[in-house]
């Protein structure tokens, strides 16, 4: 694997902040994606699919990040983390 993107969090599950630029441009898009939506789901789906049509853009954005952020952290692929203890 290349140079981690993400730190891996030192408590529990997942990827912790993001460690070098890459991470934190696709962290940033990814939040800045997920804000624009109802907008754009607004300019282009009539106000009773409003909800659904960004629930689905939520989740179809989060997804490629999360496989993304789970390969790209420090250590390997996610896992169950308690602070270095055995």
């Known amino acids: ?6 730190r891996a969090k030192r408590y529990g599950y997942g990827a ?3 460690m ?7 962290l940033i898009a990814m939040i800045t994606m997920i804000g ?3 907008y754009a ?3 282009f789906f009539p106000p ?3 909800i659904p049509v960004t629930i689905l853009g ?6 490629p990040f999360t496989w993304i952020a789970s390969r790209r952290t420090e ?10 203890q055995p």
């Open 1 to 6: 694997m290349s140079e981690p993107w993400f």
């Open 16 to 18: 912790g902040l993001p």
């Open 20 to 26: 070098n630029w890459k991470g934190w441009v696709m």
């Open 36 to 38: 624009a939506l109802p």
């Open 41 to 43: 789901a607004h300019q």
């Open 48 to 50: 009773r699919f409003l």
């Open 58 to 63: 939520i989740v179809i954005i989060t997804g």
């Open 75 to 84: 250590g390997g692929p996610w896992r169950w983390r308690n602070g270095g």
